[in-house]
């Protein structure tokens, strides 16, 4: 790499605003969900099942991300100092 190129550093596309509104409305469905399963008296059935599950999901998503993401920087890293070779 030649010293007097400059790089620019990657970043994502997905704004704060939007990863702000895809955690309210991820909350306010694992509320609703909640709210229903107690209303219908569900409440123990859906506790033992479905809320591992979704926090499950969460954490795998998770820890994928934190997994290869920072490939993903480094994909970006190199196509942009290397020129789109795809």
């Known amino acids: 790499m030649d010293a007097g190129v ?3 550093k990657p970043s994502y596309s997905t704004t704060k605003r939007a990863i702000w509104l895809n ?3 991820a909350w ?3 509320i609703l969900l909640a709210i229903g399963a107690a ?3 569900k409440a123990v059935e859906f506790g033992t ?3 591992p ?3 499950f999901l969460i ?3 998770l820890g994928i991300h934190r997994h290869y993401g920072s490939s993903d920087m480094k994909t970006i890293t190199n196509q ?3 020129g789109d070779q795809t």
């Open 80 to 82: 942009t100092t290397n």
């Open 59 to 61: 954490a795998a998503m």
């Open 23 to 25: 955690s309210i409305c």
């Open 49 to 51: 099942i479905a809320m």
């Open 39 to 41: 209303r219908d008296g």
């Open 53 to 55: 599950s979704m926090v």
């Open 28 to 30: 306010a469905v694992i």
């Open 6 to 8: 400059k790089t620019a």
